[in-house]
């Protein structure tokens, strides 16, 4: 099972960046998958959540709104858009999904929101 992610830049404050997560090992259709972040000193924290078809997308409050994940299941990649970033949102960010009840994770990818 692998998840790399890539997509991660420096942009100013009301920039919009697209991250990426590329999955193999695994029949990526089959399973729901999920973005996260960990900001420095503190907890990694949920950001969104699409089901294995994509028909269903769910996202934490404080990216509502402003990001959109998807997936494109014949590539066996998702997708994260961030749009109006925020200081805020500077974090490593990592795809992730749960396979019997065992959390597969990336080497995550920097967001870094700065004028």
């Known amino acids: 099972v692998q998840l790399v992610e890539s997509g991660g830049d420096r942009v100013q404050p009301g920039g919009s960046l697209r991250l990426t997560c590329a999955a193999s090992?695994?029949?990526?259709?089959?399973?729901?998958l999920r973005w996260y972040r960990q900001a420095p000193g503190k907890e990694r924290e949920y950001i969104a959540y699409?089901?294995?078809?994509?028909?269903?997308?769910n996202y934490a409050i404080s990216v509502k709104g402003r990001f959109t994940i998807s997936r494109d299941n014949a590539k066996n990649t998702m997708y994260l858009q961030m749009n109006t970033l925020k200081p805020d949102d500077t974090a490593v960010y990592y795809c992730?999904?749960?396979?019997?009840?065992?959390?597969?994770w990336g080497q995550g990818t920097q967001v870094t929101v700065s004028s």
């Open positions: 992730n999904f749960m396979e019997r009840g065992t959390d597969y």
């Open positions: 090992g695994f029949t990526f259709s089959s399973y729901a």
């Open positions: 699409i089901s294995d078809t994509g028909s269903r997308t």
